[in-house]
């Protein structure tokens, strides 16, 4: 078969987990016409999908619990806070993207903000990313036998996000399957992944699996404590059909700024050689990862977006969400997990 689904396939149970770092309200249930399945059956039905193309709309909620973003200053110096503050607002604000598919290689999401759009676009070994808001533009070639050195364009998909749970697994979750449900007018089962353990902030995962497809049309994650899903990604509209070639065309707009980029050419800066080396304590969903001394840089604890998300505590700063932990310690250690940040200040203390 040629999904990576295929490994969480074992011969007798299905128990599966998902390690940490991996980092979705979900519709009322309908009444799905859908014959009765196993756990295993339903990850036997992703494993054997050969939907390659397709088209929708995927919508993205979240209630991590975090502050509100500040607002950053364009002025000298703050153009690190500026680029910190648009990733998170991406990963952890509600948004709104069109989403086009047509096999490994042609890719396309239009993320569509208030009176703005941000792309990323594969088309072959073309990869843009435009951002409207200031005309930016930036292009990549991919390399040949290029190993993942390519941006994903249908990373927000919740067939991306659902591969993301399952890629490592453990016996440290429980499979079963909730009610059938109902996404967009298509029957699916819910496939729904429980930790074995109290010691996670993850209540529980939740994946729409398209009845017909094998697709996931909804990825809902749910936080210990807290009775709003954590996080939600789901089809709003879904079409197998293979989307238009036109879609994947891109042009830069006139006056737009081009900037050029390498992916993966293969050589190993000093720099990069030079990063420190995680190591992570634990296993499954209360996996501790951690980085030593001094990987904290200067310019990252002196910013004010540092100072805005993360909150003083014995030893450091923390930043608390309903889903996820990071600690950095006042020499300079991180520390992050799908853990409170107690079990963070223990692993330091260790």
């Given at each position: 078969?040629?999904?990576p689904?295929?490994?969480?396939?074992?011969?007798?149970v299905?128990?599966?987990?998902?390690a940490a770092?991996a980092?979705?309200?979900?519709?009322?249930?309908?009444?799905?016409?859908?014959p009765?399945?196993?756990?295993?059956?339903?990850l036997?039905?992703?494993?054997a999908?050969?939907?390659?193309?397709?088209?929708?709309t995927v919508e993205?909620?979240?209630?991590?619990?975090?502050?509100?973003?500040?607002?950053?200053?364009?002025?000298?110096?703050s153009?690190?806070d500026?680029?910190?503050?648009?990733?998170?607002?991406?990963?952890?604000?509600?948004?709104?993207?069109?989403?086009?598919?047509?096999?490994?290689t042609?890719?396309r999401?239009?993320?569509?903000?208030?009176?703005?759009?941000r792309?990323?676009?594969?088309?072959?070994?073309?990869?843009?990313?435009?951002?409207?808001k200031g005309?930016?533009?930036?292009?990549?070639?991919?390399?040949?036998?290029?190993?993942?050195?390519?941006?994903?364009?249908?990373a927000t998909t919740?067939?991306?996000?659902?591969?993301?749970?399952?890629?490592?697994?453990?016996?440290?979750?429980?499979?079963?399957?909730?009610a059938?449900t109902?996404?967009?007018?298509?029957?699916?089962?819910?496939?729904v992944?429980?930790?074995?353990?109290?010691?996670?902030?993850?209540?529980?995962?939740s994946?729409?699996?398209?009845?017909?497809?094998?697709?996931?049309?909804?990825?809902?994650?749910?936080?210990r404590?807290?009775s709003t899903?954590?996080?939600?990604?789901?089809?709003?509209?879904?079409?197998?059909?293979?989307?238009?070639?036109?879609?994947?065309a891109?042009?830069?707009?006139?006056?737009?700024k081009?900037?050029?980029?390498?992916?993966?050419?293969g050589?190993?800066?000093?720099?990069?050689?030079?990063?420190?080396k995680?190591?992570?304590?634990?296993?499954?969903?209360?996996?501790?990862?951690?980085?030593?001394?001094?990987?904290?840089p200067?310019?990252?604890?002196?910013?004010?977006?540092?100072g805005?998300?993360?909150?003083?505590?014995d030893?450091g700063?923390?930043?608390?969400?309903a889903?996820?932990s990071?600690?950095?310690?006042?020499?300079?250690?991180?520390?992050?997990?799908?853990?409170?940040?107690?079990?963070?200040?223990?692993?330091?203390?260790r």
């Amino acid at each position: 078969m040629k999904h990576p689904w295929v490994r969480w396939l074992p011969a007798a149970v299905v128990p599966v987990a998902i390690a940490a770092g991996a980092i979705i309200a979900p519709l009322a249930a309908g009444a799905a016409d859908l014959p009765s399945k196993t756990p295993d059956d339903v990850l036997r039905l992703m494993a054997a999908s050969e939907t390659r193309s397709f088209s929708g709309t995927v919508e993205q909620t979240s209630h991590l619990g975090l502050p509100t973003l500040p607002s950053v200053s364009s002025g000298p110096g703050s153009s690190s806070d500026q680029s910190a503050a648009s990733t998170l607002e991406l990963l952890t604000a509600d948004h709104t993207a069109k989403v086009y598919v047509d096999g490994p290689t042609r890719m396309r999401v239009q993320v569509l903000d208030q009176l703005a759009e941000r792309d990323v676009i594969r088309n072959g070994t073309d990869v843009w990313l435009y951002q409207s808001k200031g005309e930016q533009v930036t292009h990549a070639t991919v390399p040949a036998r290029a190993t993942g050195s390519a941006p994903d364009a249908a990373a927000t998909t919740p067939s991306a996000l659902a591969q993301r749970f399952l890629t490592a697994v453990s016996p440290s979750t429980s499979v079963t399957l909730g009610a059938n449900t109902s996404v967009v007018g298509r029957d699916a089962y819910d496939l729904v992944l429980t930790p074995r353990t109290d010691a996670t902030l993850v209540r529980s995962v939740s994946i729409a699996v398209d009845g017909t497809t094998g697709l996931p049309l909804r990825v809902t994650i749910d936080a210990r404590g807290q009775s709003t899903p954590a996080f939600t990604a789901e089809f709003t509209s879904f079409s197998p059909s293979a989307p238009s070639a036109s879609v994947f065309a891109f042009t830069p707009p006139p006056g737009a700024k081009v900037t050029e980029q390498s992916l993966g050419g293969g050589h190993k800066t000093h720099a990069a050689t030079a990063h420190p080396k995680p190591s992570v304590s634990g296993t499954g969903w209360d996996a501790v990862v951690s980085l030593p001394a001094g990987s904290a840089p200067a310019s990252l604890t002196s910013s004010p977006l540092y100072g805005e998300l993360t909150t003083p505590v014995d030893g450091g700063r923390a930043l608390s969400t309903a889903l996820v932990s990071v600690l950095v310690t006042d020499d300079g250690r991180v520390f992050a997990g799908a853990v409170p940040v107690q079990t963070l200040q223990a692993a330091a203390a260790r």
